[in-house]
């Protein structure tokens, strides 16, 4: 399985690829992101999480040029911009892998890795070339598929999501952002992208890692924000952060512990009158969470 990051050295002396400074974006009057602030390095993966709705589309969107952000500054390798579109984010080496992928299926794996910046010999495709340098760019990363020429719906997840990452590194991506590239996969499918994710780390790009699962961002994480419902509500780095602190913030730690005491009581009907709370057993604290709700040790 894939090891996590070696060191707990933090190589802040090189500047941040990407920082975003009390961010904020509304649609209308939905404030979908307020105050936020996260630095992409390079040769390190941010890890993003947070439940559906907290922001992280949205977030990633202002990375990779699709939105503009209301509020805030947003600076790529130390000058403010705002992203007018995809292209403009890609120009500044910022590639977004989509959950969606945007491969063609039916599409041999070569010409998938090759999409839109097709090699050409004269007036025809140069295949050959093509067929090579997909298969050298995939080995140097350890994808080995075989047969470059069968469609890539034939592949299984984790080695499409591998092979958009190997695309991405290939054409030039200082940043990538990977948008919950586990999130429709197996264990062992997700340790094969979290080798890769791994691997585009330890060869110098700064990673983006958007997730729900803290097992699969502590695996790789060397910083870690949760988002929830558009507010920061963790920023740390990984030597401060314990796997079971990360799962207590992910799970919601005073939510969860109210919804224990809530269901605790079901035995005498569920009620959420506060009266109610008299009847509450008096026992030992809930296991995994401290009395604030949030760090608790599992
Ligand atoms: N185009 C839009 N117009 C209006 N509101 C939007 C738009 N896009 C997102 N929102 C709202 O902004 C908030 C954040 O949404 P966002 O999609 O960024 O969250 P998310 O964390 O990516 O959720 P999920 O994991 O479900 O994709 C939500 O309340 C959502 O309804």
Partial sequence: MTTAPGTTDRPE???????????????????????VNLEVHAGEVTCVLGDNGAGKSTLIKIIAGL?????GTFTVNGIKRNLASPRAAQALGIATVYQDLALAPLMSVWRNFFMG?????????????????????????????GDLDRPVAGLSGGQKQCIAIARAIYFGAQVIILDEPTAALGV???????????????????????????????????????????????DTHRDELSLDQLTAEMAGGQELAELQHELGGAGSGTTTDPDDRQAEPTGPDTPGVHDDGTKGEA
């Fill in 13 to 35: 002396t090189t500047a941040p690829l990407v920082t975003l400074e009390d961010v904020g974006k509304s649609y209308g009057n939905v404030h979908a992101l307020r105050g």
């Fill in 67 to 71: 939105h503009e952000h209301t509020t």
């Fill in 117 to 145: 910046n097709e090699l050409r010999k004269g007036l025809f495709l140069d295949a050959a070339r093509m067929r090579q340098i997909a298969e050298e760019e995939l080995s140097k990363m350890g994808i080995f598929i």
């Fill in 188 to 234: 062992k499918q997700s340790g094969v992208v979290l080798k890769y994710i791994a691997k585009a780390r330890d060869a110098g790009l700064g990673v983006v890692f958007i997730t729900h699962n803290p097992h699969h961002a502590y695996l790789v994480g060397n910083r870690f924000i949760v988002l929830k419902l558009g507010r920061l509500t963790l």
